[in-house]
Every structure is written in C-alpha cells, then in structure tokens.
C-alpha cells in the first residue's frame, strides 16, 4: 500500500487538528453506569452513544494496561429477539475476521455474561460531524478520503464482506492522522443467509446513500459499496446529497427512475475528472459501474489521467413519484387514527349498557 497508513490524513488540510467529539447522550436508564466492571475486565468510564437497539460505553480494559476500548451493549429487550441476536453476532465474527488499518479494530473477548461486542477506542469525530463544519470538502481533501475508503472496501470485499451502509457517521476522522471504517451492523459476508427486511419495509442501508438495488429489495454485492460511497464521494464534493426530497418516498423513487444533478452543476469548481468518477460510481445498473474499489481507487489516485466520457451529458431525470395508495396521506391518518376512533365508540357502546342496566330507583 503507498499511503501512509500512520498517518493517511497528513496531507489531507480539513482533517488536520480534528476535535475529539461525541454528541451529548442521556445515559438515563443504560445498562451500566460509570466506575462499574463488566465481566471483571471492563471499567465503563462514560457512556458515548445511545440508539434505539444498543448503548456504547467508553472503558478501561484492566487486562491490558487499562487501555481504552469502546462497549457495545444491545438492550435487554433485543438480547431474546432471534433477528437482532444473529445480527449482532454477525457484526463481532465479520469484525474479528477483518485486520485492516482503516477498519475498526475489534477485540475478541471470551466468558461473557451477556451480548456486548469491545472494539478499539477511537479519538476523533465522524466524517459528518466535519462535514457540518466544512461543506463541500476540498476537491484535493475529498479524492484522498474517497481514495482511503476505496482501500478499506477492497479489504473488505477480498474478505466476502459487503458493508451496505457506508455514510459520513460510518466513517471516522482520527486525531492521530488516521481513517476508519466503522459500524457493520448490516454487513454480511457474501455465504451468510439474505437478511434484508427492517421493520415493515424490504429495504437495508440509509435512505440518502442507498444503491437502486437496496431500494427493490435487492441482493447486494460489492457494487452496492460502490454506489455508497459514490453518494457519499458527492456530498464530500458538493455538499449535499445527491436526491434531496423532503418526501423520502420520492428520493427513493428518485435513485431508481433516475440520475443525480450532475456535480459540476452544483460546485462548478469540482473537475470533470471527478465528476465523471462519482457518476461512474453512481450508475444505476451495477454493472456499469467500477467492477471494484480497487478500480475506482486507481482512477482517484490518478485523477488528472481520468478519461471524461460525458456521463454528466447523459444524465436521466427521475420520473414523477406517484404514491402508492398505503403512502397517501389521508390513507396513513386513517389507519392511524382508526383504531382510536373505535375505541372511543365501544368505550361509548359500553357506558350506554352500564347506563340501560342500571335499576330504576
């Protein structure tokens, strides 16, 4: 590998001097508190991210010089649901199958008493958290982290590793100078059994960066990487994303009818040369676009051999979004405001019979 994996972000000027940064988190009603050991081993110091499925604490690993390590603990609730169990075993076995110097390094750790997954403990902030500072990047600043990634997928994809959820808040900005890729709670590997559904819809990834074939309900393969990072490599560039909708069912409708608004249209500093790359990347049939991060690496890695072959001229405009009968919303007020409606009347039935049976006095 050429770059310096010390230190890949030396010449990188945006992520220099980066702040270590955790939003605020109410660590009400989490699993553990401050000073406690989990397992003898864990000291929690501090709780630095909360979600709906799983808090994560800053610890000291007393087994190792007291270095820090970062906890992911599920919810109790999560810990007996089947679904979440098996992904959450998955993340830990694809994280401790990947050594990379740009992926999150996770530690493997025997006997415990309950799920909870250790990993390194990394001090920096997330590449949105920078990107709420500066937007868009530099063009320089943004082909050398595309260029980086680009490295971490290849890792990934030669390991059977598909991640399908690459995004700013998935990737790290470290304060020693370096990169990583985090978060593989959607990842699978390429032999593990297709695990796409969420809640009541087929589709797995984050709306703003996901590929067309996330959106069907598709199968993914290192291609849907590809397209992640090639929405990712926009915003980088132009400072938004590539559909911007206030109705999420007409950006997602968007990415599989049609194309981006072409870069250069909206930071006319950007290059041809990479304009042509974050199409290339984000082409809607898989096919067409870089059969491998490696292929994509090459042309950011020499950006001014780039051939320009006039994709930005052949951009498609997204057809109308019509919305499905369960999407309009006077159908989604009335299956939520049903229920209630009946309620009142039985609970109006009832008082009704209670008033009828009372005796005559």
């Not at 989490?30 to 630095?48: H, M, N, S, W």
């Not at 110097?101 to 590449?127: D, M, Q």
Request: charged share 25%; net charge neutral; aromatic share 6%.
């Amino acid at each position: 590998m050429k770059t310096n994996e010390i230190c890949p972000l030396e010449q990188v000027a945006s992520c220099r001097n980066v702040p270590e940064h955790h939003d605020p988190v109410d660590s009400s009603g989490a699993p553990f508190k401050p000073g406690q050991v989990l397992d003898g081993r864990f000291l929690i110091t501090e709780v630095i991210s909360r979600s709906g499925m799983a808090t994560i604490f800053k610890a000291e690993d007393l087994n190792n010089d007291k270095q820090l390590v970062a906890v992911k603990v599920p919810h109790f609730e999560y810990e007996s649901d089947p679904v979440f169990f098996s992904r959450f075993q998955r993340e830990e076995k694809i994280g401790l199958e990947l050594n990379h110097p740009f992926i999150l390094k996770f530690i493997p750790v025997e006997n415990k008493s309950r799920p909870y997954i250790v990993t390194e403990y990394l001090k920096g902030c997330t590449l949105e958290h920078l990107l709420k500072a500066m937007r868009p990047l530099p063009e320089k600043d943004a082909v050398k982290l595309a260029s980086l990634i680009c490295n971490a997928l290849q890792h990934m994809h030669d390991h059977g590793v598909i991640h399908r959820d690459l995004k700013p808040q998935n990737v790290m900005i470290c304060c020693d100078g370096s990169i990583r890729i985090m978060d593989f709670g959607i990842a699978r590997d390429v032999i593990s059994r297709r695990i796409t559904r969420v809640g009541n819809s087929k589709s797995m990834g984050t709306p703003d960066y996901m590929a067309p074939e996330q959106v069907e309900g598709k199968r993914a393969d290192k291609r849907t990487d590809i397209y992640n990072l090639g929405a990712l490599f926009y915003e980088m560039l132009t400072g938004s994303v590539p559909f911007q909708d206030e109705n999420q069912w007409a950006a997602l409708n968007a990415r599989v009818t049609g194309d981006p608004i072409a870069p250069r249209k909206v930071n006319r500093d950007l290059s041809a040369q990479s304009e042509e790359i974050v199409l290339r990347a984000m082409q809607r049939d898989p096919s067409e676009r870089y059969p491998s991060a490696a292929a994509m690496k090459a042309e950011l890695d020499t950006l001014e051999h780039v051939r320009v072959t006039g994709l930005a001229d052949r951009l498609q405009e997204p057809t109308a979004w019509k919305p499905k009968m369960s999407q309009r919303p006077w159908v989604l007020a009335g299956a939520m405001l049903g229920p209630l409606v009946l309620g009142i009347v039985l609970l109006l039935l009832l008082l009704l019979r209670q008033h009828h049976a009372m005796p005559l006095r």
